[in-house]
């Protein structure tokens, strides 16, 4: 938690990612592993989870559906336990149902570990068709920000991305992301038989990362308030303020602001501190009296 208080009080954690995607290896892949190029594409919507327009197998699971993948509002809406429990349309190790298993039967509490997440791709396309690295950098700058980086983040690389003992199927890793070193495969749930691809490479390499804290409302107030001793040695305040006076408290019907600091618009660490000082006995006072018997009044 950092330091002071304050400073960490309903922060976020953000953690940043270069993840170098080696495309011309995945179309390899998937053109020595399939049958016919429509047998590509549904074996790559099979390890993703989704069809190349982003349309789900769980809303689309015979072919893709353009429409649907650029439809933000329903590409989305989906879940597995009632429709799909064993993984024959979205398979349980697939990309996106490893990354959040909505619903899904698996060890753990899913809602402890999800999270906000997004990516934006970098470097230009490779051209349709070629099947070897044109010396290109492409791939995926990933962002996520959560409440708890090992709970959430660390977990979900570890646990979920590069194992798969939380929904029973051993040390299998993401046919996508996965760090493979050509020893593991990928089954697809099918009936009767169930279909077992080749050993698979590694596609998704990381070229860079950060972890990072985010403060929240009450921190960034508390820095602005902060003096600048930056510039020759002489305090200064950053932006504009206006002078408040704070009115004399009334006993009984004020007694609750004296426990919260004046807001003034020189507040330091200090500042902060002599405030709490100060707050500290009154509210001693204030229970001390709230607790007291109650005594009859004397006659006069």
Request: net charge positive; proline share 9%; aromatic share 8%.
């Amino acid at each position: 938690m950092p330091q002071p208080e304050t400073l960490g009080r309903n922060g976020s954690y953000a953690a940043f990612r270069k993840l170098h995607q080696d495309v011309a290896a995945f179309r390899r892949y998937l053109s020595q592993a399939a049958t016919s190029p429509e047998d590509e594409e549904l074996l790559a919507a099979k390890m993703m989870g989704r069809w190349r327009s982003g349309a789900p197998l769980a809303l689309s699971p015979q072919h893709d559906d353009p429409a649907l993948g650029a439809d933000p509002g329903r590409r989305n809406t989906f879940l597995y336990a009632r429709e799909d429990p064993a993984g024959f349309v979205t398979p349980a190790g697939c990309h996106i149902r490893r990354a959040n298993p909505r619903d899904a039967s698996v060890a753990g509490e899913v809602r402890l570990h999800r999270m906000i997440r997004r990516g934006a791709v970098y470097g230009s396309p490779l051209p349709d068709g070629d099947l070897e690295n044109d010396g290109v950098d492409r791939g995926l700058m990933f962002a996520f920000i959560g409440a708890h980086l090992g709970r959430q983040f660390e977990f979900v690389q570890s646990q979920w991305m590069n194992d798969s003992v939380f929904f029973g199927a051993g040390d299998a890793k993401d046919p996508v992301a996965g760090s493979h070193d050509g020893s593991g495969g990928f089954t697809v749930p099918r009936r009767p038989v169930r279909r077992r691809l080749p050993p698979l490479p590694r596609f998704v390499v990381t070229r860079g990362g950060e972890y990072c804290f985010l403060p929240g409302l009450r921190a960034l107030r508390w820095l602005g308030d902060l003096r600048d001793h930056r510039a020759a040695g002489t305090p200064h305040h950053h932006g504009r303020h206006r002078r408040r006076t704070q009115r004399p408290a009334r006993p009984g019907r004020d007694r609750h602001r004296l426990l919260r600091p004046a807001r003034h618009p020189r507040r330091t660490r200090r500042g902060l501190l002599s405030g709490l000082a100060a707050a500290l006995p009154i509210a001693a006072v204030l229970n001390s009296r709230r607790n007291r018997p109650p005594t009859t009044r004397r006659a006069r």
